[in-house]
């Protein structure tokens, strides 16, 4: 079935009917207009208007999913289409599954490969025959085709042009513009299936080292319950031992201070009987001095300068004992601060393999986290650089949609669209 457009449309502000006649007196006045009325300069004789004839245009209407695209029916027009070419992504999945054995290898083909995405491979271009994407021509054109009568025979009284385009032609062309939305379309399947690829096998890597980090939490806390059992035994037998060794030094320090006290009672008694006797001999000397007795306080004279002489010496051996005590005491000190420390440093060699164990452990941890983060890192790169492509081919075939009118149909039909020659 085809269609015939009006060749104008009465104007909503119009009074007066606007007929057929009146619009052939129109078009008249406009050849008349253009006419060359010759003149003297030239010498050039007038033109006459041999004819005015009303012509049909044929205008391809094409269904072609929610749009309706129009195609030259002569073929005149054409429309190129550019679209950007995106990098191999069969060569991508390739590689990335080749490298997904590995979480190194396959952290080294995301770091390698961060920038696959970031830009197209190149420019392309679809010469599509006959197709007219004017936008502003396919606005005026929808606007009009709403006041188009249906067509069912020849149409008579006009100069009908034959499209030069018949349908297998427009088909072909049709499947041309098909071919590039479904690439497209293929584009934005394929770069989403990259992505449900990349988040896959980087939740597996990720899940992977999550178990690694707790499989080395449990075996450090088996080797850490196992050496502290056998440091605790270790260092319990070297403690006895230590204790042993102390104990010997403080019972050899009391037996040497035993035996340097033995003559201390004699000599603080002896002290105590040589005072009392000094103080004696003092109140005999001065009964005598008093007496004036001289062979007595000679006598006694003698006798407190002996007793002082052996209490001197008392007291320097009392304080030599004394002395010999500390020194002893000294020493056992020394001795027993001497065997601490040795433990303590013993006991801290037995635990210095517990902390390396420790930091064996927290170091394998972090590195994995570390791998986690960069996974996630390289992942997130990725599919930001990958939405980004995919919102273009969205775009891309939106602006296909937009070469043709908003107005489904479900078959094929001829629009003609009338115009006319003055010659």
């Keep these: 079935m085809d269609l015939l457009l009006p060749f104008s449309v009465r104007a909503e502000d119009r009074v007066k009917r606007f007929t057929k006649d009146v619009e052939k007196a129109a078009i008249f006045c406009l050849a008349e207009l253009d006419r060359n009325k010759g003149g003297l300069i030239r010498k050039k004789p007038p033109e006459k208007i041999l004819f005015v004839a009303e012509a049909c245009y044929p205008i391809w209407l094409v269904p072609w999913g929610n749009v309706t695209l129009l195609f030259d029916g002569i073929g005149l027009r054409k429309r190129t289409v550019p679209f950007d070419i995106l990098p191999d992504m069969n060569v991508f999945l390739r590689e990335i599954k080749a490298n997904a054995k590995s979480t190194d290898a396959y952290l080294d083909f995301l770091s390698h490969n961060i920038n696959y995405f970031q830009s197209f491979a190149g420019k392309g271009k679809k010469i599509v025959r006959g197709l007219i994407a004017d936008p502003s021509f396919v606005k005026d054109f929808g606007s009009f085709l709403s006041k188009a009568k249906r067509v069912n025979g020849p149409i008579s009284g006009k100069v009908v042009l034959t499209p030069f385009m018949d349908k297998a032609a427009v088909e072909s062309s049709v499947a041309g513009l098909s071919e590039l939305r479904n690439d497209l379309e293929n584009d934005l399947r394929e770069l989403n299936h990259i992505v449900k690829v990349l988040i896959k096998m980087t939740d597996e890597h990720i899940k992977n080292l999550t178990r690694q980090n707790e499989k080395i ?179 891309a075939i939106a602006d296909l949609e937009k070469f043709g009118l908003q107005k489904p149909r479900r078959k094929y039909a001829v629009a003609y669209v009338p115009f006319f020659l003055a010659c």
């Design 217 to 395: 939490r449990q075996r450090s806390e088996k080797e850490v319950s196992r050496f502290k059992s056998q440091a605790f035994r270790k260092t319990e037998r070297m403690r006895r031992r230590y204790e042993k060794k102390i104990l010997h030094v403080q019972k050899g320090a009391e037996a040497q201070i035993k035996q340097l006290q033995q003559p201390r009672e004699d000599l603080e008694k002896r002290k105590m009987q040589l005072v009392e006797y000094v103080k004696n001999c003092e109140a005999e000397l001065s009964s005598s001095e008093e007496k004036k007795d001289e062979s007595s306080l000679e006598s006694w004279r003698l006798e407190l300068k002996k007793s002082r002489g052996e209490l001197s010496e008392i007291e320097k051996n009392l304080s030599k004992i004394e002395s010999d005590v500390q020194n002893v005491k000294r020493e056992r000190d020394v001795q027993i601060s001497q065997l601490e420390a040795e433990f303590d440093a013993k006991s801290k060699a037995l635990m210095s393999g517990l902390e390396k164990i420790i930091n064996a452990r927290d170091t394998k941890i972090a590195l994995n986290e570390e791998k986690i983060k960069a996974l996630k890192d390289y992942t997130s790169a990725f599919i930001g650089s990958i939405s980004k492509i995919v919102d273009m081919r969205r775009s």
